[in-house]
T-cell receptor
Framework: SQTIHQWPATLVQPVGSPLSLECTVE??????LYWYRQAAGRGLQLLFY??????ISSEVPQNLSASRPQDRQFILSSKKLLLSDSGFYLC?????????????FGPGTRLLVL | AQSVAQPEDQVNVAEGNPLTVKCTYS??????LFWYVQYPNRGLQFLLK??????LVKGSYGFEAEFNKSQTSFHLKKPSALVSDSALYFC??????????????FGGGTRVLVKP
């Protein structure tokens, strides 16, 4: 069966520091991968998605970047964190068997920027 | 463009009573519709989906949803709510004609509170 991992689970970082959040998927090949941010326990904002290694699409211009160095690894980064980067970051994957794929979410990383 | 509306920020229901969480959508083609549930400080859990076929979809934990094309709705229902159903519920949609990235659009979420 497929599983998705995110780490760290919680992170407290000072303003201006760098960021690296990691997401890995097991039990599937060539998944689509997604990074979302959830602010204030409500709506989800799609930040990035990837359909393959090295292929990243950005949905919202911002202070963050994403990379996919391996098939089942998705990394969210920042060179200098802002206060507004605080939130709950969720990674998701879905299969590519068009058209009935479902997105499955990881446990999330809570980021607090002080 | 695709969009989802969850008109209720919060739904309160007594344990044992029926639960309904409303969702309406807008897409240019045929919709693929999903419901997810989120417990505090956790990721989203998939409940059910409608792709095609029977308009009544049954999912996890006794939940079901009915696809209504004429009303562009996909309301989530449970005949008898449990206190443990208290959580945040998200409806999501994808246009079947949009293949790039299979991106979902999520509603703003509805908080469900089931009181004993």
């Amino acid at each position: 069966s497929q599983t998705i991992h995110q780490w760290p689970a919680t992170l407290v970082q000072p303003v201006g520091s760098p960021l690296s959040l990691e997401c890995t998927v097991e039990g599937t090949s060539n998944p689509n991968l997604y990074w979302y941010r959830q602010a204030a326990g409500r709506g989800l904002q799609l930040l990035f998605y990837s359909v393959g290694i090295g292929q990243i699409s950005s949905e919202v211009p911002q202070n963050l970047s994403a990379s996919r160095p391996q098939d089942r690894q998705f990394i969210l980064s920042s060179k200098k964190l802002l206060l507004s980067d605080s939130g709950f970051y969720l990674c998701a994957w879905c299969g590519t068997a068009f058209p009935q794929e479902t997105q499955y979410f990881g446990p999330g990383t809570r980021l607090l920027v002080l | 463009a695709q969009s989802v509306a969850q008109p209720e920020d919060q739904v309160n229901v007594a344990e044992g009573n029926p639960l309904t969480v409303k969702c309406t959508y807008s897409v240019s083609g045929n919709p693929y519709l999903f419901w997810y549930v989120q417990y505090p400080n956790r990721g989203l859990q998939f409940l059910l989906k409608y792709i095609t076929g029977d308009n009544l979809v049954k999912g996890s934990y006794g939940f079901e949803a009915e696809f209504n094309k004429s009303q562009t709705s996909f309301h989530l229902k449970k005949p008898s709510a449990l206190v443990s159903d208290s959580a945040l519920y998200f409806c999501a949609v994808r246009d079947s004609t949009k293949a790039a990235g299979n991106k979902l659009t999520f509603g703003g979420g509805t908080r469900v509170l089931v009181k004993p």
